[in-house]
């Protein structure tokens, strides 16, 4: 009984030492991550911005849902201009950029296209937007943790550990949702030329079969004129 008071009474010290503060701790990131779906018209190029930090990961993953050909150009250049990487006539791609100090501009392009318009999403992964300041800025708010002796960097590596394992499998269900809303777009465009192409040859059977059925009576049909 007197284990299992000591017990309690070190709960209670933990859970009023930390219920106000430990929210704080469980909200830091080492990762953020954003989707944007949207239609890119024909002969239109359209152009996104976003800011980053030195020594920072840009990764951004892309792909073309519906339109004809599915295809589409890329480009992403640094703050200074200079263009990273580029991709012409492409369904899907991914790029990951070390970044620097400075606004990032990624574009897609679909001037080659004056009929067709495209449905593209696309996904962005900034890692290591933090600095060291901000990740110990949790430090100041707790107090009191040799009463327990415990190990808040323990802690905070395993809600990060956590939090790093849950963003992969959100980035993976997303991407697999964009996959999956491609290949529907697709079997529905070929679901709708199947079926306009079969009514079209039901059409022309049809046309041809009567053809065929007046020609042939028109052979057995006695034109000649009688006389008596």
Known sequence: MELGRVIACALSVFVALFS???VMVASFSQSMDSDFTFTLAAGRKECFFQTMKKDASLEIEYQVLDGAGLDVDFLISSPSGQVLFSDYHKSDGVHTVETVDGDYMFCFDNTFSSVSEKLIFFELILDNMETEEEQDDWKAYVQGTDILDMKLEDIMDTINNVKARLGKSVHIQTVLRAFEARDRNIQESNFDRVNFWSITNLVVMMMIAATQVYL?????????????
């Not at 042939?216 to 008596?228: A, M, N, Q, Y």
């Open 216 to 228: 042939v009576r028109s052979l057995f049909e006695d034109k000649r004129k009688i006389r008596t």
């Open 20 to 22: 106000d503060r430990f």
